[in-house]
């Protein structure tokens, strides 16, 4: 049987507060990213195209039970 994977809560927001259930290494990813200042267009693009091509496989993490 396989490891069930690492979910953990990401504040998308701390005012309002705003998680989000996301999996471990998006976490890092994610926190990586918001520390960033300065952001170029090309980033930005690549980004929409990532968006684009994996957002109708996308899981939805709230809508699984956790389990314990």
């Given at each position: 049987m396989?490891?069930?994977?690492?979910?953990q809560q990401h504040h998308v927001s701390y005012k309002p507060e705003w998680?989000?259930?996301i999996y471990k290494?998006?976490?890092?990813?994610?926190?990586?990213?918001?520390r960033?200042?300065?952001v170029s267009?090309?980033?930005?693009t690549a980004l929409k195209v990532f968006i684009a091509q994996h957002e109708y496989s996308a899981h939805d993490l709230e809508?699984?039970?956790?389990m314990k």
């Open positions: 396989a490891k069930p994977r690492v979910t998680t989000v259930p290494g998006e976490h890092w990813c994610l926190t990586q990213m918001q960033r200042v300065n267009v090309g980033f930005i809508a699984i039970p956790e």
